[in-house]
């Protein structure tokens, strides 16, 4: 034989190593140079994005700072509206101290201005001047023109207002008040310089570079470069450039020309000569292992007569296995990897075909599902999505292995059910809680196929109810005749599934439930919660109402998930925001026992039921506590007569705290420290919240003049019923009646 078959093998492999070594170390060359790059590029955008986090994050700050002074500090308040028997002299000194403290608290201030519109006024941490005096007035008087909402934003003014000198800055614009901007603004300028040095701090490299725009394209900081900043366009290349949505302001950053340009230029020698080391070695040992894999086939000849008596001898040896049971369990193992790779295909298959990443042809869809063991007769399409209701609970009472049984259980029980109405159903799991489901049906019957769907559907509901310690709930898309039309119709069982807090669980929720529903706009039922959190501060019984009314308007429409978690927060902060504005004693009951137990009701609820009686059952706990601490207190009972007397004397246009001392034998001052102590709101806010709400039912009720209106609840001057109106139900008399008639 003259070793035909070792020069046949060794002819076979060497060529191919050959070439496939020579091949793995070019792509080895050129993949460390690409991977180095992406590095380079991923190192910068991260740096890039920590600078602008870090300005973003200093500038929050800053902005979040003023708006709790301006929202909260009584001080501020008095400074814009000055009011009589107030030093505005005094005032304006402790103002001025108060800038002074700001700025040094918060090092990247450089100056605040404080304008009163009422009579032109300016104050700064430096002291008072005229708004004519001011280098930036017209960009000032500018601001006041503008809407609310378009005046609390970063700007580039170019002066630093106040001050003699120029210096450029940005300034943080916010209107007083914060609503309706009416009595004035107050600038924070802070210069470039204070930017540039912050991000120097972060910036040591003398490889790279940093650039910072503003939102007009204007070049605020550049750290690292060497050259003019109107010649940084030779200074490198930018690798990442980043927009801050708060400010808008661009991040620019990358190396420096030459620092890495001739990294990869050429390769070492000593790289040279371990590839030729290793081609070496590589074909020895191809050689070696030849020559011992050839050793068998020449005992095979020899031992071919001998083969049964081996073959008998072999199988008679125990704890050995023979040939055929090595062969079996090979095969075992093939036939297992092609089960997992079919399962596999079908669920990429399942997915592409669900979220739209794949457009199929009729004859696409027959070859592809013919191959994944899916085929048959396909005229009517339609998707759906079942989830598993209250998925902690259920993760808590079975195991991880009990769980992938249940879920097995429930695909087979969705394709039996199909069955017995002549529907085809694909199960598929996308998450631990949801299953996805493809319904196919063989005839053009609209009518047959929708029946079949539902009847399909509310047995699967029900099965689980009855046979599992569980329950589902179950969103039907819309029927469909082509593969490329199954992405929108699970997009409407999405749909459906996200309402389910709203509709319930352990249900059958299609599009017909939603087709008379529009979206819960959950800013309309704000006003309710404040109002509800107001009355259950005050002690008073309409909390119950507010809650109720609340409830029942979330449910005419249609409540996707995300919107009632957000309102469920929203009453949250309303809740402990009102609250905190009572005694200690209270405050420390809501604090330390209430608000945790609100928490936990928030992490746990699933439906705006769940929310509705959690809620309810743990407000009318604490109250009864608080109630009981009110009614120990001296002064409570004092408080109740005097907000009985507002009540009832509200449309008294001479209703004051004076006019209410008098009444009651109490000085004034004593009087408004008291009604704050016991109710958590001011005098002039709770009679203000009285009034406005009477006029809001009139509103509402009658067609009565606007003026009358507020005749009736103590107002002789429009213009001051227009404003205080305006301030607590945020619109205009007119407006409100334009939405809220009946």
Not at 127 to 156: C, S, Y
Not at 164 to 179: E, G, H, Q, T
Not at 500 to 514: Q, S, Y
Not at 674 to 680: A, M, P, R, S, V
Request: charged share 25%; proline share 3%; aromatic share 10%.
């Amino acid at each position: 034989m003259h070793k035909y078959w070792f020069r046949k093998l060794l002819l076979s492999y060497l060529p191919i190593f050959l070439t496939i070594t020579v091949i793995l170390n070019c792509i080895f060359v050129l993949a460390v140079a690409e991977i180095t790059r992406k590095d380079t590029a991923r190192a910068n955008r991260l740096f890039a994005e920590q600078v602008a986090q870090t300005v973003d994050y200093s500038l929050k700050s800053i902005d979040q700072m003023m708006l709790n002074e301006l929202g909260m500090n009584e001080m501020w308040s008095q400074f814009f509206e000055i009011k009589p028997g107030v030093n505005k002299y005094i005032l304006e000194g402790e103002m001025s101290q108060k800038l002074n403290f700001v700025i040094k608290a918060y090092p990247l201030i450089d100056s605040i201005s404080l304008i009163r519109f009422t009579d032109g006024k300016v104050l700064t941490n430096q002291g008072m001047t005229d708004l004519n005096a001011m280098p930036d007035r017209d960009f000032l008087l500018g601001m006041k023109e503008t809407q609310p909402g378009e005046a609390r934003f970063w700007i580039n003014p170019g002066v630093a207002g106040g001050v003699a000198d120029p210096k450029p800055v940005f300034s943080l614009m916010l209107r007083y008040p914060l609503l309706s901007g009416e009595l004035g603004l107050a600038a924070v300028h802070i210069r470039h310089d204070e930017i540039r040095n912050l991000i120097a701090g972060m910036s040591r490299s003398s490889m790279s570079f940093v650039r910072v725009y503003d939102r007009e394209g204007h070049l605020m900081a550049d750290l690292g470069s060497s050259v003019p900043a109107g010649d940084a366009g030779r200074e490198g290349v930018v690798l990442s450039s980043i927009r801050s949505g708060y400010t808008g302001w661009e991040f620019q950053s990358g190396l420096k020309s030459g620092t890495s340009a001739n990294a990869y230029s050429s390769l070492s020698y000593v790289w040279i000569v371990l590839i030729l080391v290793v081609v070496t070695a590589g074909t020895g040992f191809i050689v070696y292992v030849t020559g011992r894999n050839y050793k068998p086939i020449e005992s095979l000849v020899g031992t071919v007569d001998l083969y049964a008596t081996s073959k008998r001898q072999l199988l008679k040896t125990g704890g050995k296995r023979d040939e055929f049971t090595f062969i079996a369990s090979a095969l075992d193992n093939l036939i297992r990897q092609t089960n997992e790779d079919l399962m596999y295909k079908r669920r990429h298959f399942f997915q592409e075909l669900f979220e739209g990443g794949r457009t199929l042809t009729v004859a696409e869809w027959e070859s592809e599902t013919s191959s994944l063991g899916w085929s048959g007769d396909c005229v009517l399409l339609h998707a759906g999505v079942a989830e598993i209701d209250r998925y902690a609970r259920f993760a808590e009472e079975y195991s991880e292995r009990d769980r992938s049984l249940l879920r097995f259980a429930l695909s087979n029980v969705a394709g039996e059910l199909g069955q017995q109405h002549g529907i085809d159903v694909w199960p598929e799991w996308i998450s631990n809680r949801r299953m996805a489901l493809l319904f196919r049906y063989g005839s053009d019957d609209p009518a047959a196929f929708d029946a079949g769907l539902l009847q399909t559907a509310a047995k699967l509901v029900e099965w689980v109810r009855d046979h599992l310690k569980m329950t589902v709930t179950v969103a039907l898309g819309s029927t469909v005749r082509m593969p490329s039309e199954i992405p929108q119709s699970y997009q409407c069982a999405n749909d459906g599934l996200r309402s389910k807090p709203a509709l319930g669980e352990c249900r059958v929720i299609t599009a017909f439930d939603l087709a008379d529903r529009s979206e819960t706009d959950v800013f309309f039922h704000l006003q309710t919660v404040r109002s509800m959190a107001k009355s259950y501060r005050l002690g008073e019984e309409q909390w119950e109402e507010h809650l109720e009314l609340l409830m029942e308007g979330m449910q005419q429409g249609v409540l996707y998930k995300e919107n009632l978690y957000n309102m469920a927060n929203y009453i949250q902060y309303q809740l402990n925001r009102e609250m905190t504005e009572l005694s200690d004693e209270i405050r420390g009951i809501w604090e330390n026992e209430a608000a945790p137990e609100l928490q936990a009701i928030l992490d746990s609820f699933e439906t705006l039921q769940d929310l509705y009686g959690s809620l309810k059952r743990l407000l009318l706990s604490y109250e009864e506590k608080i109630r009981h601490y009110r009614h120990i207190r001296a002064n409570y009972s004092t408080i109740l007569e005097v907000r009985s007397f507002i009540d009832a004397h509200y449309a008294n246009p001479d209703m004051s705290l004076t006019y209410i001392g008098e009444h009651f034998h109490m000085k004034s001052g004593y009087l408004s420290r008291l009604f704050k102590e016991e109710t958590g709101e001011n005098f002039v806010d709770y009679l203000a919240r009285i009034r406005i709400e009477k006029a809001m039912a009139l509103l509402r009720e009658t067609q009565l003049p606007v003026q009358d209106i507020a005749n009736q609840v103590g107002y002789t001057h429009y213009v001051s019923f227009n404003r205080v109106f305006k301030k607590v139900a945020g619109t205009t008399p007119g407006d409100y009646r334009s939405h809220n008639a009946v």
